[in-house]
């Protein structure tokens, strides 16, 4: 649980730091030139935080991305490892 409100505040973190670069951009002048460099350094950062995260999640075996994102039928990937053990075999 405590895992989702973490990638949720990030993510909002992300969205508040990518619309504050927007409302400098749109001021224009020196001044908001270097808020807007800030803003969006803030937003590459908590980027990368964020997508390092989830990787580490999913290594450690917090999150599953196999079963959450991308489901794989069980018929399919049972055939598929009957095949392969039957290939094994028959090779000396």
Do not use: C
């Not at 807007?36 to 599953?64: D, Q």
């Amino acid at each position: 649980m405590w895992i989702k409100v973490v990638v949720i505040i990030l993510i909002l973190a992300i969205l508040f730091s990518l619309f504050r670069g927007l409302f400098f951009l749109t001021k224009g002048g020196e001044e908001n030139s270097k808020k807007l460099l800030k803003s969006l350094t803030w937003r590459l950062g908590l980027s990368a935080l964020l997508f390092i995260a989830v990787l580490l999640l999913h290594y450690f075996e917090v999150i599953n991305l196999r079963q959450t994102v991308l489901p794989v039928d069980q018929t399919q990937q049972e055939t598929r490892t009957d095949k392969l053990d039957h290939e094994q075999q028959q090779q000396p």
